[in-house]
T-cell receptor, first 115, second 113 residues
């Protein structure tokens, strides 16, 4: 199994600013992902973080708004840029250590409130 | 794209009863179907999963069934306990990304003593 740590666990930010969320895995993993979860709602995939190359974004999410880095096999960052209140949500990092069809683990999430 | 429908959105059962949650998916190329349990304020945790080459899988009180032809899968919890109260999410692998998941909207399960 993999243990995933996210920082910060929560933050309150002013609109128009940016926040970078860090995700650290305690072991080498194959794939890393970023999801968004509105309170009481489901998880929506933002993007797949690719090591050493540009992330793969899902429909409705763009690099300018959610730049992602993954410099090595165990670390990734997600930046929420030029924030608005609509960006208030929980952001979750996820990782899987095996081939497709292997368990995906989740970080504890970052609860972001934009005021 | 892939669409995962989950029902019911809320489910209340008495302790000891069984609970069943059903999901359907749209893309026949999906081949991995995990179920996650999320307690309030906590991260999602995998409770059971099934791959498309298997029709049923059981782990103690929890079982999952998969009907590939009908494109639906179900979670069965027997002898429910208050500790089973949580939100349960089904998910299906995204066909163009064998690792990423598309989640259902979740089922809030309440087990009353």
């Amino acid at each position: 199994s993999a243990v995933i740590s996210q920082k910060p666990s929560r933050d309150i930010c002013q609109r128009g600013t940016s926040l970078t969320i860090q995700c650290q895995v305690d072991s080498q993993v194959t794939m890393m992902f970023w999801y968004r979860q509105q309170p009481g709602q489901s998880l929506t995939l933002i993007a797949t973080a690719n090591q050493g190359s540009e992330a793969t974004y899902e429909s409705g999410f763009v690099i300018d708004k959610f730049p992602i880095s993954r410099p090595n096999l165990t670390f990734s960052t997600l930046t929420v840029s030029n924030m608005s209140p609509e960006d208030s949500s929980i952001y979750l990092c996820s990782a899987t250590a095996g081939p497709p069809g292997t368990e995906a683990f989740f970080g504890q999430g970052t609860r972001l409130t934009v005021v | 794209g892939e669409n995962v429908e989950q029902h019911p959105s809320t489910l209340s059962v008495q302790e000891g009863d069984s609970a069943v949650i059903k999901c359907t998916y749209s893309d026949s190329a999906s081949n991995y179907f995990p179920w996650y349990k999320q307690e309030l304020g906590k991260r999602p945790q995998l409770i059971i999963d099934i791959r498309s080459n298997v029709g049923e899988k059981k782990d103690q009180r929890i079982a999952v069934t998969l009907n590939k032809t009908a494109k639906h899968f179900s979670l069965h919890i027997t002898e429910t306990q208050p500790e089973d109260s949580a939100v349960y999410f089904c998910a299906a692998s995204l066909p163009n990304s064998g690792y990423a998941l598309n989640f259902g909207k979740g089922t809030s399960l309440l087990v009353t003593p």
